[in-house]
């Protein structure tokens, strides 16, 4: 029995020192705007199991889109203590310049681990959100005095129509038009009048379209900006 018991607590020892990290979080790169071909890759390490010293290693590896991986040998600088987190940026960036959605996956590879299920952490998605661009407003210079109407027409713009704008005073004030499309009539004009859109693509900054300035033909009187 009391070998039996021995024996045990040995056991029970071995288990409590067993080797156990895992990747638990991808912190980086985040989703935004026009991301770039040298974005970072951080991952955040959790340790279950006893404290791992100083000049200890294990290998750390991320994929996108299940691509080819990307493996790098962590050497710990310090102690890692049980039960503690360990933040790794690896020195291999993500090219992430092309628009669309990533999925990263992350794992950890440490000698002796006896929970390898642990390991991983998979499925993080970044979204790379193309910068909006305003684009083209297409319509006339210039229209008669009289009964004069037609349509304006955006083009070689990326994101969304948000609104029209249009102004009067050579651009200095912009008044709203309520529009999301990507014509805008006019009609009836008498004065010069400017008309611009704005777009934005997804959650970036918004962006202004060219200036289309439309003059007034009048034979008694000739307007300019």
Do not use: M
């Not at 909006?132 to 713009?157: D, E, Q």
């Not at 900054?205 to 200036?211: D, R």
Request: charged share 10%; aromatic share 10%; with cysteine.
């Amino acid at each position: 029995k009391k070998l039996f018991t021995l024996l045990l607590l040995v056991f029970s020892g071995l288990v409590l020192r067993a080797q156990d990290i895992s990747v638990i979080a991808i912190q980086a790169p985040v989703s935004g705007c026009a991301l770039t071909a040298t974005e970072n890759v951080t991952i955040r390490i959790f340790n279950y199991g006893p404290t791992l010293l100083s000049g200890s290693s294990f290998t750390v590896i991320y994929t996108i889109n299940g691509g080819p991986p990307v493996n790098e040998l962590l050497t710990l600088g310090s102690n890692l203590l049980t039960n503690s987190t360990l933040t790794y940026t690896f020195t291999t960036q993500a090219n992430l310049a092309v628009p669309g959605i990533y999925t990263f996956d992350a794992t950890c590879s440490l000698v002796g681990d006896v929970n390898p299920s642990n390991d991983a952490f998979n499925g993080y998605v970044v979204t790379n959100t193309a910068p909006s661009v305003g684009g083209t407003v297409a319509g006339p210079s210039s229209v008669c005095l009289s009964g004069n109407s037609g349509n304006l027409t955006l083009s070689g713009h990326t994101g969304n129509v948000l609104r029209w704008e249009y102004s009067t005073d050579g651009g200095f004030t912009w008044i709203n038009i309520s529009n999301t499309s990507t014509t805008q009539s006019y009609n009836n004009l008498t004065v010069p009048t400017q008309y611009r859109a704005v777009v934005q693509s997804g959650g970036c900054a918004t962006a202004f379209s060219s200036v289309l300035s439309i003059l007034i033909d009048n034979p008694s009187k000739i307007y300019k900006f």
